[in-house]
């Protein structure tokens, strides 16, 4: 079972990226999907999620500005980013957790997959 995440790079303040984050070795659709972002010294952080049925979260600090979406047919989640800022630059992972979960979205810890990272810097 493996998460694949590609899409990161190097973008100048206000650009746009699309990660994505194809799942293989069993079906991910009715898992609740997310990315998670860790800059250098800060801690693992959710960035944004969607569930099963559709239902997203965000951060504040990226609300308006980023969408998640998924196409389980694909086995796929996405994170369309725009209006970027140098603060957006880190490691954006992806992650999944199956469904029955309780704990929020946000704990690190209630996940049971994880992809590899992707580097995303957003220059000044």
């Known amino acids: 079972v493996q998460l694949q995440a590609s899409g990161g790079g190097l973008v100048q303040t206000g650009g746009s990226l699309r990660l994505l984050c194809v799942g293989s070795g069993r079906t991910f659709s009715a898992d609740t999907m997310s990315w998670f972002r860790q800059a250098p010294g800060k801690q693992r952080e959710l960035v944004a999620s969607?569930?099963?049925?559709?239902?997203?979260t965000y951060a504040d600090s990226v609300k308006g500005r980023f969408a998640i979406s998924r196409d389980n047919a694909e086995n796929t989640v996405y994170l369309q980013m725009n209006s970027l800022k140098p603060e957006d630059t880190a490691v954006y992972y992806c992650?999944?957790?199956?469904?029955?979960?309780?704990?929020?979205?946000?704990?690190?810890?209630?996940?049971?997959?994880w992809g590899q990272g992707t580097q995303v810097t957003v220059s000044s």
């Open positions: 992650a999944a957790r199956e469904i029955g979960r309780a704990a929020p979205r946000s704990y690190v810890n209630s996940y049971d997959y």
């Open positions: 969607i569930s099963m049925i559709g239902s997203t």
